[in-house]
């Protein structure tokens, strides 16, 4: 795998070639030979006419293999989405306050609203360049609220800052209602909860939510799952549709799971491309900076005009997620990590608008002086 560029080396835009989709943190990378002619085979098997396993057992049977659990601490959904419905379902009733960080997956607030709670939030904290969480400020706000969920995402979405493991094991087992920790960008990440559950056990009010659409590259299949204590487990499937995991996304994912070599050599090169692309935007110097990440995103702040920044990016082709609102000041994005040469690309028209920033300024100050 050639290193990224670097600023000597960055040049103009490349022409127009096909859009480039780095907004909604997929995977780059197609299903390869294998585990696609896997599916061609298992796919002529199925019996499409039959209503699918209610309970998905032999699916939430590999799951727990997969972690070192019972099938009873797991439970699986039409996507991660599903699976945080129902905890709302679950376990919030209008009114009730809910404690998430601020800014978040958009999915957190919007349930919030549905379910008519209350949101309680903890502010991610933006200095030099760094982002963080203050487990202090966590504990004393599910101290002074008594929520009854609490929604951590690790990595955190859109910042891609961690939130320590210890710290949210003590979380799971000293709330008084259960801890939601997120984390469908896992894989990514040096280390979250859910590898340690085998050895050490379930905390007490974790349900660790995990999802097939990132590091899998399986986003069109829709397939979530959550691990917790039998007791959380039983109050999600007693709120779930009946049939809410299809045949075929049951079938496919049972046999992608057997592929986790593939899923781990693309998250090596893809927290590679990461760290380089993180490394490439703050050589450009010029007020851009792209903050260390643990997930498959990188979320980048510019001095430069919002307008110009979107325009030369909508020139190349490239599709970044823009953010509004966020408690931080200027302009900010979140970049999806793709392949190297999406990633060069990028860079390269970041480069670009500061060159034109730059020109148009000079001009100013000749005009001004003359």
């Given at each position: 795998m050639r290193p990224m560029a670097t600023l000597s080396s960055i040049g103009s835009p490349s022409p127009l070639q096909g859009e480039i989709r780095l907004d909604a943190n997929e995977s780059p990378f197609a299903l390869p030979p294998g585990p696609?002619?896997?599916?061609?085979?298992?796919?002529?098997?199925?019996?499409?006419?039959?209503?699918?396993?209610p309970n998905a057992r032999e699916l939430r049977g590999a799951l727990a293999s997969r972690w070192g659990v019972a099938p009873e601490n797991v439970a699986v959904g039409n996507g991660a989405d599903e699976v945080l419905l129902n905890l709302f379902l679950a376990?919030?009733?209008?009114?009730?306050?809910?404690?998430?960080?601020?800014?978040?997956?958009?999915?957190?607030?919007?349930?919030?609203?549905?379910?008519?709670?209350?949101?309680?939030?903890?502010?991610?904290?933006?200095?030099?360049?760094?982002?963080?969480?203050?487990?202090?400020?966590?504990?004393?706000?599910?101290?002074?609220?008594?929520?009854?969920?609490?929604?951590?995402?690790?990595?955190?979405?859109?910042?891609?800052?961690?939130?320590?493991?210890?710290?949210?094991?003590?979380?799971?087992?000293?709330?008084?209602?259960?801890?939601?920790?997120?984390?469908?960008?896992?894989?990514?990440?040096?280390?979250?909860?859910?590898?340690?559950?085998?050895?050490?056990?379930?905390?007490?009010?974790?349900?660790?939510?995990?999802?097939?659409?990132?590091?899998?590259?399986?986003?069109?299949?829709?397939?979530?799952?959550?691990?917790?204590?039998?007791?959380?487990?039983?109050?999600?499937?007693?709120?779930?549709?009946?049939?809410?995991?299809?045949?075929?996304?049951?079938?496919?994912?049972k046999l992608l799971l057997s592929f986790d070599e593939w899923m781990e050599s693309r998250v090596l090169s893809l927290t590679y491309i990461r760290d380089r692309f993180v490394e490439a935007v703050n050589g450009l110097g010029k007020g851009w900076i792209a903050a260390p990440s643990e997930g498959n995103f990188v979320l980048v702040h510019t001095p430069q005009d919002k307008r110009l920044v979107q325009e030369a990016l909508h020139q190349a082709g490239i599709r970044v997620k823009f953010f509004d609102g966020l408690p931080w000041e200027g302009c900010w994005m979140r970049v999806t990590v793709g392949k190297e040469e999406d990633m060069r690309r990028v860079v390269e028209s970041f480069a670009g608008v500061s060159a034109a920033r730059e020109e148009g300024d000079e001009e100013i100050a000749a005009s001004a002086s003359a």
């Open positions: 696609r002619e896997a599916l061609r085979e298992l796919l002529a098997a199925q019996e499409f006419h039959r209503y699918p396993d376990f919030v009733r209008p009114g009730d306050v809910v404690l998430r960080l601020d800014p978040c997956f958009s999915q957190y607030p919007r349930l919030c609203r549905l379910f008519g709670a209350t949101e309680r939030r903890v502010p991610v904290e933006w200095r030099e360049g760094r982002f963080s969480v203050s487990e202090e400020h966590i504990l004393d706000a599910v101290a002074a609220t008594s929520p009854k969920l609490v929604l951590l995402d690790t990595p955190h979405n859109p910042t891609g800052v961690t939130i320590g493991v210890e710290f949210l094991r003590k979380l799971g087992e000293i709330s008084p209602s259960p801890v939601v920790v997120d984390e469908a960008y896992g894989e990514f990440a040096t280390e979250t909860v859910l590898p340690g559950v085998a050895t050490r056990g379930i905390p007490r009010q974790a349900v660790l939510v995990r999802t097939l659409s990132k590091a899998w590259g399986l986003a069109g299949l829709r397939l979530g799952y959550a691990v917790a204590r039998p007791e959380i487990i039983e109050k999600i499937d007693a709120v779930r549709s009946p049939f809410n995991v299809g045949v075929w996304p049951q079938a496919a994912a």
